[in-house]
């Protein structure tokens, strides 16, 4: 009657390209949990991106252009979307997230992430977001997620995705 059964996660203390979670979404659940931390390389200003995958561990990305999304973050100097760029300082880490994905594995519908979470800006500050992400694309069943830099490296982190129970 309600709660959240583990299903996977994904975790590096040390440099990576990414933080993948594959086989995560299944017909099992039809909502997801997805709560977790990561610390981007500063080389260019790097800015924290995910992309839904299908396939399983053989997999791949979803299209780029089949996103629709709208992230607001707020601090002292106004609003800006959620891909800022982001600190490396491991101690205060790049960027914290609660999310619900709905719907990822049923093929017929738009699969949604809505959420908040926490980054914190090159300079240093921390800062609020909030916000949401259609994927448009039909036809495949999303099985996974993939977090990454737009620019760079993941310096470390950890993600856990748990199924919410009916």
């Not at 089949?66 to 959620?82: L, M, P």
């Amino acid at each position: 009657v309600g709660g959240l059964a583990f299903v996977g996660q994904a975790s590096s203390t040390s440099e990576v390209s990414d933080l993948t979670l594959d086989n995560v979404f299944t017909s099992t659940y039809t909502n997801y949990l997805i709560v977790g931390e990561y610390t981007l390389i500063n080389g260019s200003g790097p800015q924290c991106r995910f992309r839904f995958r299908s396939g399983g561990s053989s997999g791949s990305d979803l299209s780029g252009s089949e996103y629709n999304y709208h992230w607001i973050r707020y601090n002292a100097d106004g609003v800006c979307d959620f891909s800022a760029p982001v600190n490396n300082d491991s101690a205060r880490v790049s960027f914290r997230l609660c999310w619900t994905v709905y719907d990822p594995f049923d093929s017929s519908t738009r699969a949604t992430v809505s959420g908040h979470g926490k980054m914190t800006a090159t300079d240093g500050h921390s800062a609020f977001m909030t916000g949401s992400c259609d994927y448009k694309g039909t036809g495949t069943a999303i099985t996974g997620i993939r977090f990454f830099a737009n620019s760079d490296n993941v310096k470390n982190g950890h993600f856990r995705v748990y199924g919410i129970t009916d």
